[in-house]
C-alpha cells in the first residue's frame, strides 16, 4: 500500500516504537516528583544549617531551603522546555512531560552527589579521598588546590555521578529521538558546558574578578 496515508502510518508507526517511556505510571508522577522536591529540601536544609551564622532564624533557612528545592525542579522543566524545542526544530516531537519526569529522576544523581559531599567534608581523609571520584575533585577542596572560586562552583563537581547524569540524559534523548547515542550527547554536553562556563562567569564577576585574562 502506498500513498499519503501510508506514509504517515509508518511516521506514527516509528514515533510509536522511539518515544519517551515513561519512567513510571502517570499517576505516580507528581507523588514522585514531589517526593524528590521534598528530598532536596531536606538536603538543601543540612547545606544551609552549617553555612548560615547561627543567629539565622529558622524560618529563613526552611524557606530558602523551599526555595532552592523548587528552584531545581523549575530547572528541570527549563532544561525538558529546552531539550524538546531543540529536537522539535529537528522535525522530531519529544513529549516534554515524560522528558520532565526523566531529568527529575535522573536529578537523584544530584542530589547523591550532593549528599556524598556533605559526608566528604564531614570525614576528611580516606573517606573524603574515596569520595572524590563520585563528587568531584573541587567539590571537596578548597583554594589550597589551585582552584578559583567561580571555577570550582563551575567545574569542581565533575565526577562519576556528573558524568552519569550527562550519559543518561542523552540516552534518554536517545531513546525518544531514535537517533544514535552520539548527537543526543553531543547536544547535551554542549548545554552542560554552556551553563558551567555561565556559572563561572557569573560567579567571578560577583567578586569583582574578571573571568578573562
Given at each position: 500500500m502506498s500513498g499519503p496515508g501510508a506514509t504517515g502510518a509508518t511516521v506514527m508507526g516509528s514515533a510509536r516504537e522511539h518515544g519517551v517511556p515513561r519512567p513510571f505510571h502517570r499517576w505516580w508522577a507528581p507523588v514522585w516528583i514531589a517526593f524528590v522536591g521534598l528530598q532536596w529540601w531536606i538536603e538543601l536544609g543540612h547545606q544551609l544549617a552549617g553555612a548560615l551564622p547561627a543567629d539565622t532564624p529558622?524560618?529563613?533557612?526552611q524557606v530558602a531551603a523551599v526555595m532552592g528545592a523548587a528552584g531545581h525542579l523549575?530547572?528541570?522543566?527549563i532544561e525538558a522546555l529546552f531539550y524538546a524545542g531543540v529536537w522539535r526544530a529537528r522535525g522530531?516531537?519529544?513529549?516534554?512531560?515524560?522528558?520532565y519526569e526523566w531529568l527529575v529522576t535522573i536529578s537523584v544523581l544530584d542530589l547523591l552527589a550532593s549528599g556524598l559531599?556533605?559526608?566528604?567534608?564531614?570525614?576528611p581523609g580516606w573517606i573524603a579521598a574515596a569520595l572524590e571520584v563520585f563528587v568531584g575533585l573541587g567539590a571537596l577542596r578548597g583554594e589550597e588546590s589551585g582552584l578559583g572560586s567561580g571555577f570550582r562552583a563551575a567545574f569542581g563537581s565533575v565526577g562519576l555521578l556528573c558524568i552519569a547524569r550527562l550519559v543518561a540524559t542523552a540516552a534518554i534523548q536517545r531513546r525518544g529521538t531514535g537517533?544514535?547515542?552520539?548527537?543526543p550527547l553531543a547536544l547535551t554536553v554542549t548545554v552542560w558546558l554552556l551553563t558551567r562556563l555561565a556559572t563561572w562567569w557569573l560567579m567571578d564577576l560577583a567578586r569583582g574578578v574578571s573571568p578573562l585574562p
Open positions: 529558622e524560618f529563613h533557612a523549575a530547572g528541570n522543566a522530531i516531537r519529544l513529549e516534554f512531560m515524560r522528558l559531599t556533605r559526608l566528604a567534608e564531614s570525614h537517533r544514535r547515542l552520539v548527537s
